[in-house]
């Protein structure tokens, strides 16, 4: 192990969209820092400042750019919403398609101006918080230190998995999972009520752009009548060429209305479907929509479940010979700043203080921190968490055939709910 006093100064930043118990993970490795006699930072607003960095004509400035911590900064705080040093989506790493091109100065130029920020703070550590994109960062920022001279200044880097979409490599749950699928059940009991009180039917499209844990979750915990999540597509759900039939996918829940109709003489439900249906949606759907900084549709501006209830209102009158009424609603944002629950501050809490753990006591470079168990720490090494060839990490999808598949499945057939 290193010598621990070689960390004396850490930068926290946070990048991507907000999940609940930001704070209690921020606030934790911060105080962590701050107790045994270091400094913490806060860098403000993720990577949008340090992608613009210049030591001459757009220097860092304090308060500004980013904070120093004090302990009273950081007491206190770890049941608040939102994000205390703020977000964004900026991507240091645009353009980098694999090894080779972190060799490439051009494709490189915004990682060394994160690099050259940083280490004109004087830090000698990066907290990284973020989703897959920024543990993809991460690893940029780790394998661009690689190649520095041997006389160049670097900082360690150790990150900490955020998404409240839940589908992580290398960690059982994130923090901020089971608020949001707590919140947006709550939102969609309340659409169930409505529904039985006016004879209608909900197609709620949740976040989760990749898998179905969030939409799962939603659906089990809010008792709707079917999910359908990106695992479910290969049963029967693509055409020929890859892409969404929505003619399927209406049929799929027509079958279910009409069951509850005809067997059940109910005359309402929900369906809940995962965002990331929406991605494979024919291209002509797509063409117009824009993408972020890091290459991804803009889901929330398609609208899924409006587009899907006119499938399943057009498959309901051609099979049945009436109209039957069906009302989209989209969650997601609203449960990102939900008032955090007690396992979400819990996990939250000890990631931070794992932060400290895996820099410190443990002297760890390029490592993503995790929790398995009973909140037991564990740290796994980056290269364990990306494709070796892209530099892309894996997405950890649900398991079809596993006991949470079979359970959503179960919870779904019970058509007398």
Same mark, same amino acid.
């Given at each position: 192990m290193t010598d621990p006093m070689t960390i004396r100064r850490v930068a926290i930043l946070f990048s991507g969209g907000p999940a609940p118990a930001a704070n209690a993970v921020i606030s934790s490795a911060a105080v962590s820092f701050i107790d045994s006699g270091r400094q913490a930072l806060g860098i403000l607003g993720g990577y949008s400042n340090l992608v613009l960095y210049d030591a001459e004509a757009r220097p860092l400035m304090r308060d500004l750019h980013y904070r120093t911590f004090t302990e009273r900064d950081v007491t206190g705080m770890r049941n608040d919403r939102g994000v205390v040093i703020g977000t964004a989506r900026d991507n240091p790493g645009k353009g980098i398609r694999g090894p080779k091109d972190l060799d490439d100065p051009v494709k490189t130029a915004r990682l060394r101006k994160v690099w050259a920020g940083l280490t004109d703070l004087g830090v000698d550590a990066l907290v990284s918080i973020g989703g897959d994109d920024t543990l993809k960062t991460a690893n940029f920022l780790y394998e661009f230190q690689q190649r520095l001279p041997k006389e160049a200044r670097r900082f360690k880097i150790v990150h900490l998995p955020k998404t409240i979409d839940n589908d992580y490599r290398g960690i059982d749950f994130t923090f901020g999972f089971f608020t949001a699928v707590d919140f947006m059940a709550k939102e969609l009991l309340n659409l169930r009520a409505d529904a039985m009180a006016t004879r209608t039917w909900f197609i709620v499209e949740t976040m989760g752009r990749k898998a179905g844990w969030l939409s799962y979750g939603v659906a089990v915990a809010g008792e709707a009548n079917l999910v359908v999540g990106v695992e479910d597509l290969e049963? +029967?759900?693509?055409?020929?060429?890859?892409? %969404?039939?929505?003619?399927?996918?209406?049929?799929?829940?027509? *079958?279910?209305?009409?069951?509850?109709?005809?067997?059940?003489?109910?005359?309402? +439900?929900?369906?809940?479907?995962?965002?990331? %249906?929406?991605?494979?949606?024919?291209?002509?759907?797509?063409? *117009?929509?824009?993408?972020d900084e890091h290459g991804h549709i803009s889901l929330g501006k398609l609208d899924l479940g409006y587009i899907v209830k006119g499938a399943v209102e057009a498959r309901y009158l051609a099979r049945i010979g009436r109209e039957r009424k069906i009302k989209p609603v989209q969650l997601g944002y609203e449960s990102r700043c939900a008032q955090p629950h007690a396992f979400d501050v819990l996990l939250g809490s000890q990631l931070g203080v794992g932060a400290y753990r895996a820099l410190v006591e443990e002297g760890l470079d390029g490592h993503m921190v995790s929790c398995s168990g009973q909140l037991d720490l564990e740290y796994v090494p980056f290269k364990d968490l990306v494709d070796p060839e892209t530099l892309v990490t894996g997405v950890r999808l649900i398991e079809r055939g596993s006991d949470f598949h079979r359970l959503a499945r179960f919870m779904e057939t019970r058509m007398d709910l």
């Open positions: 049963d +029967g759900l693509l055409t020929e060429d890859g892409t %969404l039939d929505l003619d399927a996918l209406a049929d799929k829940i027509v *079958d279910h209305i009409v069951v509850r109709e005809t067997r059940d003489r109910k005359q309402y +439900g929900t369906v809940v479907l995962a965002e990331g %249906l929406a991605e494979y949606l024919p291209p002509e759907m797509l063409k *117009d929509v824009g993408r």
